[in-house]
């Protein structure tokens, strides 16, 4: 079987130094994620204004429970197709990448679908204030938008971590934030955009990182690549994925959910 050459091989030799290798790199792209609303608050609370702040800073805690839930949606993902991966199992990787993309593209254009129109009701749950709103709404729904990039990258990047590859989905991610960054800085401080271009420039980074990640998996000339022509659901891996995933989504939302401010009672 193809092996990849840039992946640690985590099946053979001492282990700790591989598992710390591996971890550290997984831990920072988890931090890395949280930094894209962060770096949004950031330059709005510094160019716009208080109002654009509180709105930016209100979706917050929402979108720590899309990311939490993203991360442990697409660990499904990572424990199916390594798996297949140590099992030598080349057929099972290659269907698991299809699946794996496939899911990352249908659940990526649903909650698209369905948070662009529950936001400002996700917002009224979460007791967000009366005068920023519509605000806070306008930025809630086009980080929706951007809700296939954001689930590409977490699948396709949770791919290359079953082989042993934590380095490329940090360095992706690492160019997403910085160019994140610049976007926030010339669309919000340089264009006076507000609220909307925080927004845009969070989608727009996030693509960046999506495409990276692609752009890896159809070129690589390994067992994992990813072959368009062939992207559909393998119903049983699909199986195999979201049994895995969905619990560790919403495991990885407990406290998160707690946190979270509602004045209605569900």
């Known amino acids: 079987m193809a092996q990849m050459s840039q992946a640690g091989d985590l099946t053979s030799g ?80 290659h269907e698991a990448v299809q699946t794996a993309v496939t899911l990352s593209l249908v659940g990526g254009e649903l909650m698209a679908f369905v948070g662009f129109f529950a936001a400002h009701g996700l917002l009224e749950l979460m007791s967000s204030p009366e005068d920023v709103i519509d605000l806070a709404t306008l930025y809630l729904k086009i980080y929706f938008i951007g809700m296939p990039m954001t689930m590409l990258y977490n699948f396709n990047a949770s791919l290359l971590r079953a082989v042993g590859d934590t380095r490329r989905p940090l360095y992706f991610l690492i160019i997403a934030c910085l160019v994140n960054i610049a976007l926030d800085v010339v669309l919000v401080a340089v264009l006076g955009m507000g609220v909307l271009g925080a927004a845009l420039a969070t989608i727009l980074s996030q693509g960046v990182s999506a495409v990276l990640v692609l752009v890896s998996l159809t070129r690589a000339e390994t067992v994992y690549r990813l072959d368009w022509k062939q992207v559909r659901f393998h119903g049983r891996l699909l199986g195999d994925i979201l049994r895995v995933g969905v619990p560790a989504g919403l495991q990885s939302n407990m406290y998160a959910i707690s946190n979270i401010p509602c004045h209605h009672v569900i």
């Open 14 to 93: 001492p282990m700790l130094k591989k598992i710390i290798l591996f971890s550290l790199p997984l831990a920072a792209s988890s931090f890395l994620q949280l930094l894209f609303n962060a770096a949004d608050v950031v330059v709005v609370g510094r160019f716009v204004g208080s109002a654009a702040l509180a709105a930016v800073g209100s979706n917050g805690a929402l979108i720590n429970l899309l990311v939490n839930l993203f991360v442990g949606l697409a660990l499904g993902a990572n424990v199916v197709a390594a798996r297949c991966y140590g099992a030598k199992d080349d057929q099972g990787v």
